[in-house]
């Protein structure tokens, strides 16, 4: 079955920079386009950044600019580099299909991204 391992999150000050990754198993990876969502305190979970099968990427307004995904299907793994952090992107980051439910209702352990001063 599917395994999701995210890393990479931690405490930054407003501006900086974080590289997360995530680390697919159990999938035959290639076949899935991907995504990184998010989730804050109180909010729901949102798809900041997805990546298709062939590489093509699409990106929620907010993080436009600042976020850059990307994939490397040789080793099951999906990036999102995240620069000009801002306090307001601070939250539990997760990545899975980029299409909602395809493996049910499962979710990794996320990484926390905190920005701030």
């Known amino acids: 079955q599917v395994q999701l391992v995210e890393s990479g999150g931690g405490l930054v000050q407003p501006g900086g920079s974080l590289r997360l990754s995530c680390a697919a198993s159990g999938i035959i990876f290639r076949l899935y386009g991907m995504g990184w969502y998010r989730q804050a305190p109180g909010k729901q979970r949102e798809l900041v950044a997805a990546i298709t099968r062939g590489g093509n990427t699409n990106y929620t307004d907010s993080v436009k600019g600042r976020f850059t995904i990307s994939r490397d299907n040789a080793k099951n793994t999906v990036h999102l580099q995240m620069n000009s952090l801002k306090p307001e992107d601070t939250a539990v980051y997760y990545c899975?299909?980029?299409?909602?439910?395809?493996?049910?209702?499962?979710w990794g352990q996320g990484t926390q991204v905190t920005v701030s001063s």
């Open positions: 899975n299909s980029a299409s909602p439910r395809v493996w049910g209702d499962y």
